[in-house]
């Protein structure tokens, strides 16, 4: 593993929110490989809880399940709380999420994405998101912690019979 690969990520980030998520999990983590959930506190991170989701990783079979999914999550994408990322439909960026959170738990480092998904309202929208990984015994990685966002908008074409 590249030894400064936290340089290079913070470097890479372009979203103040995804920015101070990440120096958050490091901040969290010290000097740990991992940090655990219990470390994560939402009363440090009270403007980033709408960008927050929450995944519980399984490796028998493997899967990922949302267990807490923060509003601008859900208003930007078809993510619920309780869902595994089987249940998303492809047009909301369902195989780009899965790959990211799979290379996180295999890299065990925080992966960054920017893609586009679509909306419940069908705009199209670009998200740059950031997965971290979590353990409970440093060993096991049980849970991913993402703060995404919204990088840009491509608004809805009007409808012709609204002139």
């Not at 940090?35 to 490796?59: E, F, G, H, M, W």
């Not at 990685?141 to 074409?157: D, E």
Request: glycine residues 6%; hydrophobic residues 35%.
């Amino acid at each position: 593993m590249q030894q400064n690969w936290h340089h290079e990520l913070d470097a890479d980030i372009r979203s103040a929110i995804v920015r101070q998520g990440f120096r958050y999990w490091c901040d969290r983590r010290g000097n740990r490989e991992l940090p655990r959930r219990a470390d994560l506190d939402p009363i440090d991170i009270p403007k980033l809880l709408t960008s927050v989701t929450l995944i519980d990783v399984s490796y028998d079979p493997f899967d990922f399940r949302y267990r807490l999914v923060g509003g601008n999550v859900v208003r930007d994408q078809a993510i619920r709380v309780g869902g595994s990322i089987r249940d998303l439909p492809a047009e909301y960026g369902r195989d780009g999420i899965c790959e990211r959170y799979r290379r996180s738990v295999a890299e065990r480092r925080p992966v960054l994405q920017t893609y586009e998904t679509l909306t419940r309202r069908g705009q199209t929208v670009r998200i740059e998101a950031l997965t971290c990984p979590l353990s409970d015994d440093e060993q096991v990685i049980n849970m991913l912690v993402s703060f995404g966002t919204r990088v840009a908008v491509t608004p809805r074409p009007r409808s012709l019979w609204h002139a």
